[in-house]
């Protein structure tokens, strides 16, 4: 991270041009965490008052906020260090550069091959977040679905394929709040969505139709690492019937056959790449 004189604006008043729904409070705490940089993981509390331009009180509360916030530590000396928190944050990052990067090639031959949208999506939270997508002819652009978008894991065939292969560590938060109908088809009763996990489990994709998008449908298969876990999902949809039960063998082939050449680029071994039927 580097130098961040000037960020600061006068205390009390927003910065010129800032959006009007901004928490000041909130850009603050992450200007002192941008203080830091290599070289320098902990830092006094003088050196952090300078570096970002805040009173010593406010700068006290901002650290303390961000201590109990497990982003930084106190050390026995009264400095402030920075946690693994934030190195984990960028491990996450770098892991899913590092995805993308093995999945667009074989993503362009999946929506190439079946003349549809294909996806790439990781779990955050309650949802799925599209890190890539890419577009083959007559497809329908689902907003929901545009690179950096999200939607909930139980909505769409990438989101329900991540959900089916993580539901032990997923489900629970998911359920906790309710489960969204976002359209007739939609699966918001937690029985029927767990039977449906399950079935996606046996089969080895999951099969999305008007679910999250009227008119809409796709599947989705699990993608995993070399720990043998599911890191992500491929997905591969559009029009309803670019995924019909008539086309669905010859689609779900394809999708399994390139979610194992995914699986086994990050370092699956065949049988963990392997999720449903060869």
């Not at 000037?6 to 604006?9: C, D």
């Not at 008052?49 to 009173?55: D, F, P, Q």
């Given at each position: 991270m580097g130098e961040v004189e000037?960020?600061?604006?006068p205390e009390g008043q927003p910065r010129p041009g800032r959006p009007p729904r901004v928490v000041e409070s909130v850009l603050k705490a992450t200007n002192l965490l941008d203080a830091y940089e290599a070289g320098r993981p902990e830092m006094t509390l003088s050196e952090l008052?300078?570096?970002?331009?805040?009173?010593k009180s406010t700068t006290y509360r901002l650290l303390l906020t961000l201590t109990s916030a497990g982003w930084l530590e106190r050390t026995p000396q009264g400095t402030f260090r920075l946690t693994l928190k934030a190195f984990r944050l960028g491990s996450i990052v770098v892991d899913s550069l590092d995805l993308r990067r093995e999945a667009v090639p074989i993503m362009s031959g999946l929506a190439a091959a079946c003349g549809a949208?294909?996806?790439l999506v990781i779990a955050a939270g309650r949802y799925a977040v599209c890190l890539e997508r890419i577009d083959d002819g007559d497809t329908v652009r689902v907003a929901d679905l545009q690179v950096g978008g999200s939607q909930p894991l139980h909505l769409g065939a990438g989101?329900?394929?991540l959900l089916a292969f993580n539901e032990d560590v997923l489900l629970g938060p998911l359920l906790a709040p309710g489960l969204e109908a976002r359209t007739p088809d939609s699966i918001?009763?937690?029985a029927a969505l767990r039977?449906?996990?399950a079935e996606i489990r046996r089969r080895g994709y999951s099969i999305s139709r008007g679910d999250a998008t009227p008119g809409v449908g796709a599947l989705?298969?699990?993608v995993f690492d070399a720990t043998g876990r599911a890191v992500a999902a491929l997905s591969v949809g559009g029009l309803l019937e670019r995924v019909s039960p008539e086309r669905e063998p010859e689609v779900s082939a394809r999708l399994l056959a390139c979610s194992r050449e995914l699986s086994?680029?990050?370092g699956a071994k065949a049988g963990q790449a392997s999720p449903g039927p060869a």
């Open positions: 000037g960020l600061a604006a008052v300078e570096r970002g331009g805040y009173s949208s294909a996806y989101p329900r394929a918001a009763d937690p039977a449906d996990l989705g298969a699990p086994t680029r990050l």
